[in-house]
């Protein structure tokens, strides 16, 4: 019996290094899975092709990318016809997001930035009561308290008036906040309701955009899902995000990409829609003069797949000369971003990183991944500050110039596996109003002890190695 389980085992062995030599992972993925498989045997062959197998996902993108090839043709005709109207020198950085990242350029847009839930909330409140037409809801997460008991009030109100109401949640960010009699009591009141990715082995690829959009005319994208502890915190701690309020070209780009997730999750059959797709990209009063470029990875993107936002956040960190301001919750970056930070502050750079000091899940998993990546970077001279309560804010300031805002945290799972999206501008105005935001919230962080981090014991550190092996799969 022992001798038949060992051949079973080197057999099993042998399947593993099959499957994961010949996938497409990066080494330090599949070094990590190896562990995992060769250690579980029963457990990691369950959780790799549950999460880690490329397989499936990718015979699923191919099958809806064939079925609804012509709306996704549709689709990019429209919203290319904006490109540029205005006739702008587009910067190397504008001409990057459009050749590769497919984002259309505009310069008549105009932002309004909330850092925290309460106003954000009540603005987009009122903006939705106002709706004429259509409302397009798209949220990682949704909690059945007051705010989202109050957002879907006024969601199954406007679909009883007769405006056309889409709703796309994530299938797992939503799994466990008791929201689904909430989707119920809007699919009666005439709203359509649909889960992105409701498959179980698609779990470990999820969709974390955050964004709405209403009559084509308005759009909110950023780090807020939908719930009371955005406006009134964790616990007594401050809960600090970022989300920001849209007019303009750029909604074109968001109604866009809404569009091709909810064509992307529906099952067989009719896909909603009242009206022709061009319906939906009304012309847009154009009340500012902004510039800006929504850049966005997922399913739909038809440029570099999932890369986008890793080569794009690469890009940007790169190209920095002065100063690389960045808020993330979670830091477990790819290593060509990880290497641009060294090499940024060997350079002279100030590059200043702002994180949580706290989470409300997994505190000691992302604690210590942080810290293995923040060891690699505090010689070089990065420097670390902790917020002082709960930093859910996903923005970059790039220089003196330049400014990102969106869903994109800076770990693997951000920048190479969920969909994600943020807003670029290339603007000294709104880099100004959002540096003095950052150093509003510098004046509530802690700095790094970098002496005593230095003197960490040796089973913090060997922890530290240990949790960086799954940090690929965080």
Known sequence: MRHILSLLYIGYLFFVIFMIFFSRKKPTQRFSWILVLVFLPVVGLIVYS??????????????????????????????????????????????????????????????????????????????????????????????????????????????????????????????????????????????????????????????????????????????????????????????????????????????????????????????????????YFPEVEANGHLPAQIIANGLYNKFIGQDVINLSYFNLISGAKERLWIQTPYFAPSEPVLQSLKTLALRGVDVRIMTSSYYTFGGLFHHNIKNYFFRQLIDPGVRVFKYKGIMHAKAMLIDDDRLCIGTVNLNVRSLERDDELFIYFESPERNAHYSSIFQEDLANSIELDYARFRKETLLSRALESVVSLFSPLS
């Open 50 to 279: 549950v999460m880690g197998s490329d397989v499936f996902w990718d015979y699923k993108r191919r099958k809806i990318r064939q079925r609804h090839r012509a709306i996704f043709l549709e689709l990019d005709a429209i919203t290319r016809r904006w490109h540029n109207r205005s006739g702008a020198e587009l910067s190397p950085t504008q001409q990057f997001h459009y050749k590769c990242c497919g984002s259309i350029f505009t310069a008549d847009n105009s932002v309004e930035v909330f850092t925290n839930g309460g106003p954000k909330f009540a603005r987009l409140f009122e903006d939705l009561r106002a709706a004429q037409d259509h409302i397009h809801v798209q949220y990682f997460t949704i909690h059945n308290d007051a705010v989202g008991q109050e957002l879907f009030a006024i969601l199954q109100e406007k679909a009883r008036q007769g405006v056309e109401v889409k709703l796309l949640y994530d299938s797992f960010g939503c799994g466990f906040t008791f929201v689904r009699p909430l989707f119920q009591r809007l699919k009666e009141a005439g709203g359509r309701v649909q889960g992105i990715r409701p498959w179980a082995r698609a779990l470990n690829y999820r969709n974390h955009r955050k964004l709405v959009i209403i009559d084509g005319q308005i759009g909110y994208l950023g780090g807020m899902n939908v719930g009371e502890h955005y406006a009134e915190g964790v616990g007594g701690m401050v809960w600090r995000d970022t989300h920001v309020r849209l007019t303009g070209g750029v909604v074109r780009d968001l109604q866009q990409i809404f569009i091709s997730d909810w064509v992307a999750s529906a099952r067989k059959g009719n896909l909603g829609f009242r009206h022709r797709l061009q319906h």
